[in-house]
């Protein structure tokens, strides 16, 4: 049975008070660094993490490299050492390392000590207090980094082993169901995107079919090329005046190119505008100024600026899985000097193969619930990730207890 329970009032304690049974110690007598030091080799094929592979913010490893693929000297680690990106470490690129490897000398490789435990230590390295700390105290003002001299001599109150492990299980649950989410959504999308490619791309369904050469090559003769203004509306963003900008939730999120941008749905924890171009749920949120071709799908209402184009179309899951397919056309179609960006001419001309109604029908039926799970999967690992993020800080300091699990 999990049992919580609080310290004392949260009014009545700050973050440097000791709870009872913990110890007031600096952040170097509980971690190490991990100094192993490895230089690349053709014939090297161990797995190496680099600041690139590490996701901003959501303490997780989105890629991996290969050490042949990198020729300078890189730090080694070992399976449940945390890395830390220590560049910019406002960015939060903190992951436990899922496997053995080598990473970049910009990450540092800390271990546990003896009768520290690893999970409560790269909960406690995530924290934004810790994460906060090492940024104002980072040196460099364009490539601003941390130090683990810094790091070693922070306080922190400590508590003891069994309840750093049952602080470190807490919160791993909501990590493991994060990341079974992801692998659920990658699932999804890999099906959903065979699906496409067999049908749309292959025309295997269709092989039966007289076949006629097109602008887009060899296609059933019972389809047609039209353009993406036959099949969707298209709505260009244009950035509202600054002073309807509000971060209290009035009026709907507004995003304005990649960096509002998920895996899937756009990251909700943004600004929001009262006034402006409105995309709907459902619309496919398409990126038109550098760089052009990134793709979401609007699980809400989204204010969008000058770097969107959004989509609106019954066959949305068909022109988003043909625009996912289609990239290189979309970045060959970029104009401009300043910026490179794509016009709305240049969008509604875009060609595309239309298929006969009763085929999308039949393709929106088969993938339309697959891409419909993705968006609650997203939704849900949102959910989570807010959650772990407001419970870290309380248990690695003890303002909530883990009793019992």
């Known amino acids: 049975m999990l049992r919580f329970k609080w310290e004392t009032p949260i009014s009545e304690r700050t973050i440097k008070k000791i709870p009872d049974g913990w110890e007031r110690k600096n952040l170097g007598h509980v971690a190490e660094l991990h100094r192993e030091h490895f230089l690349p080799k053709d014939e090297d094929t161990r797995l190496y993490v680099g600041l690139e592979h590490i996701e901003e913010g959501t303490l997780t490893l989105k890629g991996v490299g290969k050490s042949k693929e990198v020729v300078s000297s890189k730090s080694v680690f070992l399976k449940g050492d945390i890395l830390f990106g220590k560049l910019r470490p406002y960015f939060r690129k903190v992951i436990l390392a899922p496997f053995d490897g080598v990473c970049s000398t910009d990450i540092l490789v800390i271990k546990p000590k003896t009768k520290t435990h690893n999970k409560y230590l790269f909960y406690l390295l995530a924290s934004r207090q810790i994460i906060d700390s090492v940024s104002t105290a980072s040196e460099g003002t364009k490539m601003p980094r941390t130090s683990w001299g810094f790091l070693e001599s922070i306080e922190i109150n400590v508590p003891p082993y069994e309840e750093q492990k049952r602080i470190g299980e807490v919160l ?57 203004s036959d099949v969707c509306e ?78 609106r179309s019954e066959n949305w899951v068909f022109i988003h899985f043909y625009l996912l397919s289609n990239k290189e056309l979309l970045k060959a179609s970029e104009r401009g000097t300043t910026f490179d960006a794509i ?55 003890g303002k909530l207890r883990v009793e019992e699990i």
């Open 343 to 397: 016009t709305k001419p240049e969008l509604e001309s875009f060609p595309i193969i239309i298929p006969p109604q009763n085929v999308l029908e039949k393709f929106k039926a088969l993938v339309e619930p697959l891409s419909r799970k993705i968006i609650l999967n997203e939704k849900q690992i949102s959910v989570l990730t807010k959650v772990r993020d407001a419970l870290l800080p309380l248990l690695v300091f």
């Open 234 to 311: 298209i709505i260009m963003g244009q950035s509202p005046p600054s002073e309807y900008y509000n971060r209290e939730g009035e009026g709907s999120p507004f995003i304005q190119g990649k960096g509002q941008f998920g895996r899937f749905i756009p990251n909700t924890d943004v600004f929001c505008s009262t006034t402006g171009k409105k995309a709907k749920p459902k619309d496919i949120l398409l990126t038109v100024r550098a760089p052009i071709g990134e793709l979401n799908i609007a699980d809400t209402d989204y204010i969008i600026g000058r770097g969107l184009a959004s989509l």
């Open 172 to 228: 791993s649950w909501f990590d493991d169901l994060i990341e079974n989410k992801k692998r659920q959504n990658e699932i999804l999308e890999k099906t959903a995107m065979a699906v496409f490619k067999s049908w749309f791309v292959d025309f295997e369904p269709f092989s039966d079919s007289e076949f006629v050469d097109s602008a887009l090559g060899k296609m059933p003769k019972n389809g047609e090329i039209g353009k993406l």
